[in-house]
């Protein structure tokens, strides 16, 4: 089984998050009977609700109905799992993950569920429990290398590794995750998934720019037209001040994107990642078109609804900024991307507060932003911005300095 779920990633078809791997997983239900094969159906539409085009409660209810017809569909009750928990029902979430468990025992899988099921915990406020569920997924992931490690498939050896840098980065153990994708890079130098994730780490996470910038590099020796090293690279040379080379990479990742909303106009994400481009190269107007494209799939999202704010305000259109802003803060904490422990999801509600003038929530959200990782560099920089709005101004230069020290130019 890990074999193939591997493939299934190599493929491009699911990222090497571990969040994702359920959903390579679901290819594995095709050996089943007439009765079945309803189920499969029930669980495929399960999995594209809870993706860009749907909503939670009618994923969760397509699970169930996959699960009437066959309750041992150990994805069906991961699915289940994914639905409650975005929607914030944690104690159900893990009993779902935990019907998953006993039912599917391949390795890979487990660490899957695993790893959401810790997320759960955590929202509960079970850390000790949390830090257990982590654990073992870590120790999955060093189960799976010396597997793979004995045999001669370089290239599952190679994803082996990718797996557990994704698991480190959730754990916010950065420096140790970049050993990893060193390793996963060392042993199959061609994948642009790898490259894509370590430039990320390095520039995002831990302010190693130049190095992030390295890695980018090497993606886009591989792919010149990869659309998320375009805009990674553009992003960190933006935050190292080089705005022109910045504005170029922008543009180059503008035309992927446009290639990729073209053959696939429902995808959310790629909508609301053309609308941040539009934003960066000052294209107001068209990114606020993005930003409502995004929002007509997928009613709610609050990355569009924060776009679409940031777009209004840019072009004076100030209230209706508001109302996007406000609207985007409604169920924060119940969506996936804004996981506990991590410093990124608070760092966006700080972002919101500040550009709703709620400059002490905002600074609070920044203050414990910089507890989980105090080496973000653009943290310290909008940590600043919030005591300058403060009148607080000798704090707000020490933010800035530290902002600089990590290589942001303010």
């Known amino acids: 089984m890990k074999n193939y779920i591997f493939n299934i990633i ?13 959903v390579a997983l679901a290819i594995l239900c095709t050996q089943v009977v007439a009765e079945e094969v309803t189920a499969d159906d029930w669980y495929k539409r399960g999995q594209k609700l809870l993706g860009d085009t749907g909503s939670y409660e009618e994923a969760a209810n397509a699970f169930e109905r996959a699960l009437e017809i066959n309750s041992t569909n150990a994805l069906a009750w991961d699915g289940k799992g994914a639905s409650l928990s975005r929607m914030g029902r944690f104690e159900e979430a893990i009993k779902a993950y935990d019907k998953a468990l006993e039912i599917e025992k391949d390795e890979v899988f487990t660490a899957g569920v695993l790893q959401k099921k810790a997320k ?25 290398i010396k597997e793979w490690t004995k045999s001669s498939d370089s290239v599952n050896l190679s994803l082996a590794w990718q797996f557990k840098a994704d698991i480190l980065v959730e754990q916010r153990k950065y420096e140790e995750s970049i050993l990893s994708y060193d390793n996963a890079t060392k042993i199959d130098p061609a994948n642009i998934l790898f490259w894509n994730s370590k430039g990320y780490t390095l520039g995002i996470e831990l302010s190693r720019f130049n190095e992030s910038l390295d890695a980018y590099n090497r993606s886009l020796e591989i792919d010149p037209s990869n659309a998320v090293a375009l805009k990674g690279k553009a992003k960190i040379l933006e935050i190292i001040g080089r705005h022109k080379e910045a504005l170029v990479l922008y543009n180059e990742a503008l035309k992927s994107y446009d290639k990729i909303l073209k053959k696939n106009p429902i995808n959310t994400k790629s909508a609301i990642l053309r609308g941040d481009i539009l934003l960066a190269l000052g294209e107001n107007e068209e990114a606020l078109k993005a930003f409502d494209r995004a929002l007509e799939i997928k009613p709610g999202s609050y990355s569009a609804l924060i776009g679409k704010g940031k777009a209004l305000d840019a072009l004076g259109q100030h209230g209706t900024a508001i109302k996007a802003f406000k609207d985007s803060l409604k169920d924060f904490k119940l969506i996936e991307e804004t996981r506990l422990e991590r410093a990124g999801p608070l760092v966006i509600k700080g972002d919101v507060l500040q550009a709703l003038g709620s400059y002490d929530e905002a600074l609070l959200s920044y203050e414990e932003a910089l507890k989980l990782n105090p080496k973000y560099a653009g943290l310290w920089a909008n940590k600043g911005a919030a005591l300058r709005a403060l009148g607080r101004m000798d704090e707000a230069e020490e933010a800035f300095v530290k902002a600089r020290g990590l290589g942001c130019k303010v």
Request: charged share 25%.
């Open 120 to 144: 759960s915990l955590e929202n509960l406020g079970m850390m000790k429990e949390a830090a257990s569920a982590n654990e073992q997924v870590v120790e999955i992931a060093d189960k799976v």
């Open 10 to 22: 190599r493929s491009g078809k699911a990222r090497t998050n571990l969040i994702s791997l359920s």
